[in-house]
């Protein structure tokens, strides 16, 4: 046997041994089946035992909300300075019933920021959550430790700080902020503590007649009583999974374009563990960034995979009338116990396509920046462990993979992250990774890599850490 075979067959071994082993404590610990979630019965679509009833039904098909844009108070170009507020507040997601959430300056999610290459960023937070500490995490950008809003950093019930920091040259991409205050996180998010950060760069490729629009997917539960139900045993094993998932604070809202029009879109998937594959009906999608920025050049794809926290730049082309839904597939990301979500056919977003053709688009360039190959950014060709793992190698603060170290990471994540290409152009071996068919779904390094973090879940859970915490 190959060591490479070798090594993926002890792990596998590994990992399911030691799943079997953490369900047999479990299922050992006193109690178990009387806890919420825990209840061993048949289970379809997102039942975890927590509720007897359906879930609440919310509206669909309204317009599509714009997010609120964050006001710059500073007067003068090349200085974002403004507040940001973290509070308590309500929302009202079913007819007749308010629902308790916290916001960011009284939205949720909150305030679209948007700033440049090369401005400087001054925002104020006050925390006015009752009781609790909290900060602002800037998620994926390239910002001082001590600005981050690291958890050994918090800012107390009733305080205020100031994060300042410069956007490097460089750094145009789709980020979002967040709470991030140590064993808090992901319930101050599911809350409704999020929002999107936009970096733009003083000369953007994307022509401006496709817009630039901002969709950040969240997911809701709500009790029959229109609050938010507390954590089950499920929810500590496996991370919060909601029934719904909302577009900017919406379900299934609708947009209207002319035939022939194309659309730059930013996804962000701001669930707390959702994985989000995701297709357009009646459309085609193109990917032109990631989190990490613009690409080097377009990739023309059929569906898209987001892991949580993850962002997406896509331009959309909607050459035909009708109706173009962005819908979700199925994916199995590894699941413990039983409930495993219905992820698939859920419709997040309608676009309307009328008969009436749009003006002329001008065409989507071929080519959106340069980023030069990891041996060139970094004086040597990288090893072989690292051409098998790059994205192991550069790494934001935060975890996630960081995508400007070069065109091979690109490459890479379409293979490893599920993008099913229909069309990648002339690629030149050595610098957008080898000519090869595109691989099939799923992509099996997301689904061990989500089991051992499932695995983990379970085990924290057990040693009472609470909801996974893993931004």
Same mark, same amino acid.
């Given at each position: 046997?190959?060591?490479?075979?070798?090594?993926?067959?002890?792990?596998?071994?590994?990992?399911?041994?030691?799943?079997?082993?953490?369900?047999?404590?479990?299922?050992?610990?006193?109690?178990?089946?009387?806890?919420?979630?825990?209840?061993?019965?048949?289970?379809?679509?997102?039942?975890? $035992?927590?509720?007897?009833?359906?879930?609440?039904?919310?509206?669909?098909?309204?317009?599509?909300?714009?997010?609120?844009?964050?006001?710059?108070?500073?007067?003068?170009?090349?200085?974002?300075?403004?507040?940001?507020?973290?509070?308590?507040?309500?929302?009202?997601?079913?007819?007749?019933?308010?629902?308790? =959430?916290?916001?960011?300056?009284?939205?949720?999610?909150?305030?679209?920021?948007?700033?440049?290459? /090369?401005?400087? @960023?001054?925002?104020?937070?006050?925390?006015?959550?009752? $009781?609790?500490?909290?900060?602002?995490?800037?998620?994926?950008?390239?910002?001082?430790?001590?600005?981050?809003?690291?958890?050994?950093?918090?800012?107390?019930?009733?305080?205020?700080?100031?994060?300042?920091?410069?956007?490097?040259?460089?750094?145009?991409?789709?980020?979002?902020?967040?709470?991030?205050?140590?064993?808090?996180?992901?319930?101050?998010?599911?809350?409704?503590?999020?929002?999107?950060? @936009? &970096?733009?760069?003083?000369?953007?490729? =994307?022509?401006?007649?496709?817009?630039?629009?901002?969709?950040?997917?969240?997911? +809701?539960?709500?009790?029959?009583?229109?609050?938010?139900?507390?954590?089950?045993?499920? !929810?500590?094993?496996?991370?919060? @999974? /909601?029934?719904? @998932?909302?577009?900017?604070?919406?379900?299934?809202?609708?947009?209207? &374009?002319?035939?022939?029009?194309?659309?730059? +879109?930013?996804?962000?998937?701001?669930?707390?563990?959702?994985?989000?594959?995701?297709?357009?009906?009646?459309?085609?999608?193109? &990917?032109?960034?990631? !989190?990490? $920025?613009?690409?080097?050049?377009?990739?023309?794809?059929?569906?898209?995979?987001?892991?949580?926290?993850?962002?997406?730049?896509?331009?959309?082309?909607?050459?035909?009338?009708?109706?173009?839904?962005?819908?979700?597939?199925?994916?199995?990301?590894?699941?413990?116990?039983?409930?495993?979500?219905?992820?698939? $056919?859920?419709?997040? +977003?309608?676009?309307? &396509?009328?008969?009436?053709?749009?003006?002329?688009?001008?065409?989507?360039?071929?080519?959106?920046?340069?980023?030069?190959?990891?041996?060139?950014?970094?004086?040597?060709?990288?090893?072989?462990?690292?051409? !098998?793992?790059?994205?192991?190698?550069?790494?934001?603060?935060?975890?996630?993979? !960081?995508?400007?170290?070069?065109?091979?990471?690109?490459?890479?994540?379409?293979?490893?992250?599920?993008?099913?290409?229909?069309?990648?152009?002339?690629?030149?071996?050595?610098?957008?990774?080898?000519?090869?068919?595109?691989?099939?779904?799923?992509?099996?390094?997301?689904?061990?890599?989500?089991?051992?973090?499932?695995?983990?879940?379970?085990?924290?859970?057990?040693?009472?850490?609470?909801?996974?915490?893993?931004?």
């Amino acid at each position: 046997m190959h060591r490479r075979g070798f090594l993926v067959a002890g792990l596998a071994a590994a990992l399911s041994s030691s799943r079997a082993l953490a369900q047999m404590k479990m299922d050992s610990m006193p109690g178990m089946d009387s806890m919420p979630g825990m209840d061993k019965s048949g289970h379809a679509g997102h039942d975890m $035992g927590a509720m007897a009833q359906a879930p609440a039904a919310l509206p669909e098909g309204e317009a599509l909300r714009e997010l609120p844009l964050l006001a710059n108070e500073a007067g003068r170009p090349g200085l974002l300075r403004a507040r940001l507020t973290a509070e308590s507040a309500t929302a009202r997601f079913v007819e007749g019933q308010d629902t308790p =959430i916290l916001a960011y300056n009284g939205t949720s999610p909150g305030p679209l920021i948007e700033a440049y290459e /090369g401005d400087r @960023v001054e925002i104020t937070f006050a925390n006015r959550i009752a $009781g609790e500490q909290s900060t602002i995490h800037w998620h994926g950008m390239p910002v001082p430790a001590d600005q981050d809003g690291n958890p050994m950093d918090p800012v107390a019930a009733g305080a205020d700080r100031v994060y300042a920091f410069e956007l490097p040259e460089g750094s145009a991409g789709s980020y979002w902020y967040h709470p991030h205050p140590h064993g808090r996180t992901a319930e101050q998010v599911y809350r409704g503590l999020a929002g999107a950060f @936009v &970096v733009k760069a003083k000369v953007d490729p =994307i022509p401006a007649a496709y817009g630039d629009t901002v969709l950040v997917l969240t997911d +809701l539960r709500l009790a029959a009583d229109g609050s938010m139900p507390a954590n089950t045993m499920i !929810d500590l094993m496996n991370g919060r @999974v /909601g029934d719904h @998932v909302l577009v900017n604070g919406q379900k299934n809202p609708k947009l209207a &374009v002319a035939m022939g029009a194309k659309r730059r +879109l930013r996804l962000y998937n701001a669930t707390n563990a959702r994985f989000l594959r995701l297709a357009f009906a009646n459309a085609a999608m193109t &990917v032109i960034g990631s !989190d990490g $920025g613009l690409l080097e050049a377009p990739v023309a794809v059929d569906e898209i995979l987001l892991s949580p926290a993850e962002r997406v730049e896509l331009v959309v082309a909607f050459d035909r009338p009708g109706a173009a839904m962005l819908a979700t597939l199925d994916y199995d990301r590894g699941w413990m116990g039983p409930g495993r979500p219905a992820d698939a $056919g859920l419709t997040l +977003l309608t676009i309307d &396509v009328s008969d009436a053709p749009a003006e002329t688009m001008p065409p989507l360039p071929g080519r959106l920046r340069p980023i030069a190959p990891l041996w060139t950014a970094h004086g040597q060709p990288p090893s072989r462990l690292h051409r !098998d793992h790059g994205d192991e190698r550069h790494r934001h603060g935060d975890g996630l993979p !960081d995508q400007r170290q070069g065109v091979r990471h690109g490459a890479r994540r379409h293979r490893r992250q599920g993008w099913r290409c229909r069309a990648l152009g002339n690629r030149q071996p050595g610098r957008h990774g080898p000519s090869v068919p595109s691989p099939r779904h799923p992509v099996p390094g997301d689904r061990a890599r989500a089991r051992r973090q499932g695995l983990q879940a379970a085990l924290s859970g057990m040693e009472g850490h609470g909801q996974r915490d893993a931004r």
